[in-house]
């Protein structure tokens, strides 16, 4: 049975005068997932986050929380943080949290768990302003807990955390998908979304250029060096050769090449041996996010 | 409705600017009046002191309340576009409010804005009466008090018009600096020099005329007139008679306000 659609995005386009952010975007993201959305700067991450969230209007297309047309209902449902935290300096932060359990008419006990979450008890009547750039995305993220929403919408989410603030938000992070809980990821670090994500989307230029789950975009395509010393031959059957989806040179010798689904390091060692070179060189390399991330990018 | 009344509470009676501003419309509202009241001037059946008597009061405290109307409307943009400023209309929206409530909160600000300013001149002006007078507090006392309604419906005015220089500029600076240009060279120039057949009914003169000089200004006006010292005081006191078109021009005026400041938020990104 298909999950529960969480958020669906149909032929999103944003445009910032002449210049395109987003173009004709789709994703699509259901119930439990953690959806990393990916892409270098200026890609489109927090453009299609503040969309969705209602802080920015759209050029064309169309989002659907829930299977509805976003509104007010919807987003009461998620915790967000879209780019820095946004707090009344002159507030404290049980008051700035105040303001969010009336917005979502939950009783303000839940402050108090918010704020234990993120480690901000004791500062509970500190003014926003007179916290450090890490706590208060510790406040972000404590306001994003409010209420226990069922979304999480996170932007940028380690920006300014220091080590021990990075752990604290994985361990977040897991406990709420242990809670069933679906999660919406933008991050620059990879190592930590192939971590905690389930499902990856990738953008370039306001384009989704691959999505799927975690394990699928990874598995199936291998990372190998080659090298030989005959370079003139390797190099013309690298362009013929049926199992390589991408390859690039090293440096004189060595050959980096991204395997498609149909290859693997042995049948490749076999097929230069038919072709008579003998590889000098044949080192297989796990395949990450990380380096799938920047073969698209290129 | 209940929970933006919680929220622009949390927000707005802890912020500083806010308690200072306000206590500065206080605390030059009644150094005015006890200033004036300390000026010992008759002239005919004209005297101070008498401004200060029922029913007199209810007039005179309303139009010198009036004078300080702009320091309310620079109140409501500084709130406004402090929002703006701290992204929290923004952050707002992502937690689960729309620009109708970000609307509704602000109207219930000026709302408990105004109604101090209501308060403080019916509490003053009935001080003032009650140590002037001789006669004990009767029905006559209040003969005249609608002004003071009208005084209300003028700081509406004010601030809703406040309000929407706030939305079209999100900038404090910006925003006061433009109200205030808008309200005195602004739009005299414009009423004298280009709208001409009109200008009894452009929004900053027929908001400031809701309170116009006070009864025995204008009789004292006339009479200087009659004996051919004319001054700029007589003309303006034959033109200050509020009359109820004005009253209700000035309601369309808050509506017209109040919609295009929701036409805006509606059409804004955060």
């Given at each position: 049975?298909?999950?529960e659609?969480?958020?669906?995005?149909?032929?999103?386009?944003?445009?910032?005068?002449?210049?395109?952010?987003?173009?004709?975007?789709?994703?699509?993201?259901?119930?439990?997932?953690?959806y990393?959305l990916?892409?270098?700067?200026?890609?489109?991450?927090?453009?299609?986050?503040?969309?969705?969230?209602?802080i920015?209007?759209?050029?064309?297309?169309?989002?659907?929380w829930?299977?509805r047309?976003?509104?007010?209902q919807?987003?009461?449902?998620?915790?967000?943080?879209?780019?820095?935290?946004h707090?009344?300096?002159?507030?404290?932060?049980?008051?700035?949290?105040?303001?969010?359990?009336?917005?979502?008419?939950?009783?303000?006990?839940q402050?108090?768990?918010?704020l234990?979450?993120?480690?901000?008890?004791?500062?509970?009547?500190?003014?926003?302003?007179?916290l450090?750039?890490?706590?208060?995305?510790?406040?972000?993220?404590?306001?994003v807990l409010?209420?226990?929403?069922?979304?999480?919408?996170?932007?940028?989410?380690?920006?300014?955390?220091?080590?021990?603030?990075?752990s604290?938000l994985?361990?977040?992070i897991?406990?709420?998908?242990?809670?069933?809980k679906?999660?919406?990821?933008s991050?620059?670090?990879l190592d930590?979304v192939?971590?905690?994500?389930?499902?990856?989307?990738?953008?370039?230029?306001?384009?989704?250029?691959?999505?799927?789950?975690?394990e699928?975009?990874?598995?199936?395509?291998?990372?190998?060096?080659?090298?030989s010393?005959?370079?003139?031959n390797?190099?013309?059957?690298?362009?013929?050769c049926?199992?390589?989806?991408?390859?690039e040179?090293?440096?004189?010798?060595?050959?980096?090449?991204?395997?498609?689904?149909k290859?693997?390091?042995?049948?490749?060692?076999?097929?230069?041996?038919?072709?008579?070179?003998?590889?000098?060189?044949?080192?297989?390399?796990k395949?990450?996010?990380?380096?799938?991330?920047?073969?698209l990018?290129? | 409705?209940k929970?933006l009344?919680h929220?622009?509470?949390?927000k707005?009676?802890s912020?500083?600017?806010?308690?200072?501003?306000?206590?500065?419309?206080?605390?030059?509202?009644i150094?005015?009046?006890?200033?004036?009241?300390?000026?010992?001037?008759?002239?005919?059946?004209?005297?101070?002191?008498?401004?200060?008597?029922?029913?007199?009061?209810?007039?005179?405290?309303?139009?010198?309340?009036?004078?300080?109307?702009i320091?309310?409307?620079?109140?409501?943009?500084v709130?406004?576009?402090?929002?703006?400023?701290?992204?929290?209309?923004?952050?707002?929206?992502?937690?689960?409010?729309n620009?109708?409530h970000l609307?509704?909160?602000k109207?219930?600000m000026?709302?408990?804005?105004?109604?101090?300013?209501?308060?403080?001149?019916?509490?003053?002006?009935?001080?003032?009466?009650?140590?002037?007078?001789?006669?004990?507090?009767?029905?006559?006392?209040?003969?005249?008090?609608?002004?003071?309604?009208?005084?209300?419906?003028?700081?509406l005015?004010?601030?809703?018009?406040?309000m929407?220089?706030a939305?079209?500029?999100?900038?404090n600076g910006?925003?006061?600096?433009t109200?205030?240009?808008?309200?005195?060279?602004?739009?005299?120039?414009?009423?004298?020099?280009i709208?001409t057949?009109?200008?009894?009914?452009?929004?900053?003169?027929?908001?400031?005329?809701?309170?116009?000089?006070?009864?025995?200004?204008?009789?004292?006006?006339?009479s200087?007139?009659?004996?051919?010292?004319?001054?700029?005081t007589?003309?303006a006191a034959e033109?200050?008679?509020v009359t109820?078109?004005?009253?209700?021009?000035?309601?369309?005026?808050?509506?017209?306000?109040?919609?295009?400041t929701?036409w805006?938020?509606?059409?804004k990104?955060?």
């Open positions: 049975m298909a999950s659609s969480i958020l669906e995005i149909r032929n999103l386009t944003k445009n910032y005068g002449r210049l395109r952010a987003l173009n004709g975007l789709n994703l699509h993201v259901r119930q439990g997932e953690i990393g990916l892409g270098p700067n200026g890609s489109g991450k927090t453009t299609t986050l503040s969309i969705v969230m209602g920015l209007k759209e050029t064309a297309g169309d989002c659907y829930f299977d047309k976003p509104g007010y919807s987003r009461l449902r998620i915790g967000s943080l879209i780019e820095d935290p707090f009344y300096p002159y507030l404290t932060l049980y008051d700035n949290l105040r303001i969010i359990t009336w917005i979502k008419e939950l009783p303000e006990s402050i108090n768990y918010s234990g979450m993120t480690g901000l008890l004791k500062r509970k009547y500190s003014r926003f302003r007179t450090s750039s890490g706590l208060k995305q510790r406040l972000a993220i404590a306001a409010v209420g226990d929403p069922e979304v999480l919408v996170l932007d940028e989410p380690t920006k300014s955390l220091d080590p021990e603030g990075f604290d994985r361990d977040i897991q406990k709420e998908a242990e809670k069933g679906t999660i919406i990821l991050s620059h670090i930590e192939e971590k905690v994500c389930t499902h990856v989307g990738i953008l370039k230029s306001g384009e989704l250029v691959t999505e799927g789950k975690v699928d975009i990874l598995s199936g395509k291998e990372v190998v060096f080659i090298s010393e005959d370079t003139g390797t190099a013309r059957l690298l362009d013929r049926p199992f390589i989806e991408k390859y040179k090293q440096d004189s010798r060595e050959y980096k090449l991204l395997l498609n689904k290859g693997s390091p042995a049948e490749l060692n076999k097929y230069f041996f038919d072709q008579g070179i003998v590889l000098s060189k044949l080192v297989k390399q395949n990450t996010l990380e380096s799938e991330f920047l073969q990018m290129k | 409705m929970k009344i929220v622009e509470n949390i707005t009676f912020s500083n600017t806010f308690r200072v501003i306000l206590s500065l419309h206080f605390l030059f509202y150094l005015v009046v006890l200033a004036v009241s300390r000026i010992e001037l008759s002239m005919g059946a004209f005297s101070i002191g008498r401004l200060y008597q029922f029913p007199n009061v209810w007039e005179y405290f309303s139009w010198v309340a009036s004078w300080f109307n320091l309310l409307g620079i109140l409501v943009i709130l406004i576009c402090n929002e703006f400023r701290f992204y929290t209309f923004r952050q707002q929206i992502m937690n689960g409010l620009e109708g609307l509704l909160g109207i219930y000026i709302v408990v804005i105004a109604l101090y300013a209501l308060l403080l001149v019916i509490v003053s002006s009935l001080v003032s009466g009650y140590i002037t007078g001789s006669e004990p507090l009767g029905l006559s006392q209040f003969a005249g008090m609608e002004v003071v309604g009208v005084y209300f419906l003028q700081t005015a004010y601030m809703s018009m406040a929407l220089f939305m079209l500029f999100k900038n910006l925003a006061i600096v109200f205030i240009l808008y309200l005195f060279p602004g739009e005299v120039i414009l009423r004298n020099l709208f057949n009109i200008q009894e009914y452009f929004p900053a003169k027929l908001i400031s005329g809701l309170t116009p000089l006070p009864l025995m200004f204008r009789d004292q006006a006339k200087l007139k009659s004996i051919g010292m004319e001054f700029n007589a003309q033109t200050a008679l109820p078109q004005e009253t209700v021009i000035a309601i369309v005026y808050i509506a017209a306000f109040l919609s295009i929701y805006i938020l509606k059409r990104s955060y």
